[in-house]
């Protein structure tokens, strides 16, 4: 979760110090349409105040509903007034660049090299292939993309500020083309979010996310807009007001996230150990439904050992009656298998498969404890074909009277639970966590299902050595981070003891740290949005600051 929260935390900062960017860059133009009033460098500066408003909208958290597509809307409009501004902007060449012509062979070889980039990265991705199978569709989706049309925005104004740079005078320019041009790269990342929901597994798994598109993005953007900061430093630092105006700003900005992330740091360490303390309480839920489990097969097995009906049938060798009474007993009682055995541990009669007879369950530790003359419940792991099955097996002694009418033990009655999916599936709906048994360090029964089918994460196995050493081979229960499909979770793990209270197996609850950071999101959106608004409302008063200052150190 702590990932995810400074990945949160991150776009936060990026966000306010691109829009803290973009209103210096548009503070610069305003000054200088007041010097010289014309449109280009009044759209100009206003092109780069909406790039600053849609920056300060596009840091609230990730994920917000509804502000993704506003954010982008709103950057293609200042972009396109950026853009618009400099193609009013005719450009003055140098002298020993006028006998050259670089326009048409720059932008040929731009636009193939860009164009043969992008179908070389895609075929490589696998996206090709998409795009063409999905006709129609597919290929609407990706033309009605906004971020590609932002790209494609960026990349003409790239190209504009190149021009102006390389052919034109304003050789101060440098700087600005180098960062649009890193933020037409981070933006051309929006595009690829179009096959987020890709069949290819690579691919959707690039294009969460926190994960390696986004944070390539979040490199280039902080990237390029620490150039075009490079820039306006260039135009600021020899004059008072601005210097003081943009100073002030900065360090109001600075003081906002610094509070802002320290706050949102301080509820989520909070939400944390309450997830925590949580699972603490739901797990001991799933160790009461085990314990009812446990009372409710143990007294089965004395109910069906007692029964006279059993110690006749017994008696007198009759499958039939045996079947009969045995089965009866496990549908009233509600058991999921029910067997009776003789003094040898031989299997007499199975009550939910009457052909499988004969084997033994001698050597199973709740018969021999049985035939002791107790009433005993153990958690059992019985082999399986591919996965190990897990139960709680209760056993007590049929005991009957001999030829001289004194008490014997003739058998057993060994009934219990199967641990299965619908059990996971039922604390889950009791308690909202995902739940996982483990025979051993096999997962045998689980309400996680592997990405993109319906089956279950069943038989594998557990590979977290400390887990392993502190749950089965120290009997402690453990609580904190681990992965799941490669998904952090906060988990609880408590050992399943057997008879002889050795651990046979453990018992896994578990909340994604994505759920539990969305449950904080509505406080955190708040956070947010607040010191956002507070940054906006400082400015015309710390401009009216700068501005005293300043008159007062003329005079």
Do not use: C
């Amino acid at each position: 979760m702590w990932f995810l929260f400074w990945a949160q935390n991150s776009h936060y900062i990026l966000e306010v110090f691109t829009a803290f960017i973009a209103f210096t860059s548009a503070w610069i133009f305003i000054d200088s349409w007041v010097v010289k009033k014309e449109l280009k460098t009044l759209l100009r500066s206003i092109g780069f105040f909406v790039l600053a408003l849609a920056s300060f909208a596009d840091a609230a958290p990730i994920g917000s509903a509804g502000l993704g597509a506003m954010t982008l809307g709103t950057q293609l409009g200042g972009a396109g007034l950026i853009l618009l501004s400099l193609l009013l902007d005719p450009v003055p060449v140098r002298p020993e660049t006028q006998s050259k012509v670089p326009l048409p062979s720059s932008a040929s070889m731009i636009t193939i090299g860009m164009g043969g980039s992008l179908g070389i990265l895609l075929e490589r991705l696998g996206m090709t292939k998409d795009l063409i199978s999905g006709t129609g569709a597919q290929a609407l989706a990706l033309v009605s993309n906004t971020g590609l049309w932002l790209t494609l925005i960026l990349g003409f104004i790239t190209f504009l500020l190149w021009f102006h740079y390389h052919v034109g005078i304003q050789r101060e320019w440098k700087f600005l083309f180098l960062g649009f041009l890193l933020l037409t790269l981070s933006a051309s990342a929006t595009i690829l979010y179009a096959w987020q929901d890709s069949e290819n597994v690579l691919v959707s798994s690039l294009l969460q996310p926190s994960r390696a598109v986004w944070i390539t993005e979040h490199v280039l953007k902080l990237a390029g807009a620490m150039l075009v900061a490079i820039w306006t430093w260039g135009f600021i630092r020899f004059r008072i007001f601005p210097q003081l105006f943009i100073s002030f700003v900065a360090l109001s900005f600075l003081i906002f996230v610094t509070t802002t992330v320290v706050y949102t740091g301080l509820i989520l360490r909070g939400v944390q150990q309450d997830a925590i303390q949580s699972l603490a309480t739901n797990v001991k839920t799933l160790d009461f439904a085990m314990r009812e489990l446990k009372d409710n097969a143990i007294l089965a097995a004395k109910i069906a050992a007692a029964n006279d009906n059993t110690k006749s049938a017994i008696r007198i060798g009759s499958q039939d009656a045996l079947f009969s009474i045995l089965n009866t007993l496990m549908f009233e009682n509600g058991t999921d298998f029910m067997a009776a055995v003789n003094r040898g541990g031989e299997v007499l009669m199975r009550a939910e498969d009457r052909t499988h007879l004969g084997d033994s369950l001698a050597e199973d530790p709740v018969v021999w404890r049985a035939f002791d003359g107790k009433s005993v419940v153990t958690s059992f792991i019985e082999p399986g074909l591919t996965v190990p099955r897990f139960t709680i097996r209760a056993a007590s002694p049929i005991i009957d009277t001999d030829s001289e009418g004194e008490p014997e033990i003739t058998g057993a009655v060994i009934t219990g639970f199967i641990i299965d999916d619908a059990f996971v599936e039922g604390v889950k709906k009791i308690t909202d966590l995902d739940v996982t048994i483990y025979a051993g360090a096999i997962r045998s029964a689980s309400t996680f299902r592997l990405p993109g089918t319906q089956a279950r994460l069943v038989g594998t196995r557990e590979d977290d050595q400390r887990i392993l050493d502190v749950v089965l081979k120290q009997a402690r229960a453990y609580t904190g981070p681990v992965e799941v499909l490669n998904e952090p979770y906060f988990a609880a793990y408590t050992p399943i003891k057997d008879v002889e209270d050795t651990p046979v197996g453990m018992f896994f609850t578990g909340r994604s740290q994505a759920v539990v950071l969305e449950a904080a999101s509505n406080t955190l959106r708040l956070t947010f949005g607040v010191s956002i608004l507070l940054m906006l409302g400082i400015i015309l008063p710390i401009y009216w600051l700068a501005r005293f200052i300043t008159h007062h150190q003329e005079v």
